[in-house]
């Protein structure tokens, strides 16, 4: 409960951070439309010359969009630049503040910037996918309501270990922003089912970065095609990567000098 607290303080603070630049909410609504526009726009192209792409039907290749665009807004509304923030902290020495606070290091780095106006990609994507289900004119049940939120989870939380990973580098290499230049490159690959790639690209994908679990895997649950499985591929591999992130962020940790040193 002090962690939920901590983090509405956090989402409070974001908020009234970008009511002091209003623009930036209709600058990111226009982009956010943009994107959007863009993505619908190909699966029309593609649709126009074939009925299905890797098994994929129209309506449900505009489901995977909408999964997408949610995930894209949850990263950037909470992960990256929370991730941004702390490499530029070990890089500045200014860690120190928040490691010398009375609350764990890592919870506090995780949730220490909020952009709120990223909340905008959620909502459209929630809003697409809808559709999209309304389209398919599919009856969500228990057990599909039940698989999309598990995969949603377990997305996030492999998306989000596998930034804290690499933002931990810099305890090391202090600026490797480049590294998470090339994972956002990468991500965008998740516009697509990672099934219609060529097979050394869906196991990067899968294995090296984690977009198949981060997209596919939850569009694939809340369309139907999700297997029992890659369900409980993803909840272990969630559950692997959060245990292995903390581990290293605690070496990280104990690496660091700070700025007293």
Avoid at 4 to 29: H, K, P
Avoid at 107 to 130: C, I, P, Q, T, Y
Avoid at 181 to 191: H, L, M
Wanted: with cysteine.
């Amino acid at each position: 409960m002090n962690y939920l607290r901590l983090f509405f303080v956090f989402l409070r603070l974001g908020l009234l951070n970008e009511l002091a630049y209003r623009t930036n909410f209709y600058f990111q609504c226009l982009q956010s439309l943009m994107s959007l526009g863009t993505g619908l726009a190909n699966i029309a192209v593609i649709f126009a010359h074939t009925k299905t792409l890797g098994g994929w039907q129209p309506t449900e290749l505009v489901a995977l969009l909408g999964v997408y665009q949610l995930m894209g807004g949850l990263i950037g509304a909470f992960i990256q630049p929370s991730m941004e923030r702390f490499m530029e902290d070990v890089r500045r020495g200014t860690l120190d503040f928040t490691l010398t606070k009375p609350a764990d290091s890592q919870m506090l780095v995780s949730m220490s910037e909020v952009r709120v106006w990223k909340l905008v990609d959620v909502g459209l994507g929630l809003a697409v996918l809808a559709a999209a289900l309304l389209q398919l004119g599919t009856a969500i049940g228990v057990r599909q309501a039940l698989g999309f939120g598990l995969t949603l989870l377990a997305g996030t939380a492999i998306v989000y270990s596998f930034w804290l990973i690499l933002a931990t580098l810099s305890f090391w290499f202090v600026r490797v922003e480049n590294i998470l230049i090339v994972f956002q490159g990468v991500y965008e690959a998740g516009r697509w089912p990672v099934g219609i790639y060529p097979r050394w690209l869906q196991v990067a994908l899968t294995a090296l970065v984690p977009v198949a679990f981060a997209v596919t895997v939850p569009a694939e649950a809340v369309v139907g095609r999700l297997t029992g499985p890659m369900l409980a591929l993803a909840l272990c591999l969630a559950l692997g990567l959060m245990v292995g992130a903390r581990m290293f962020w605690n070496c990280g940790v104990k690496r660091y000098s700070g700025a007293s040193a």
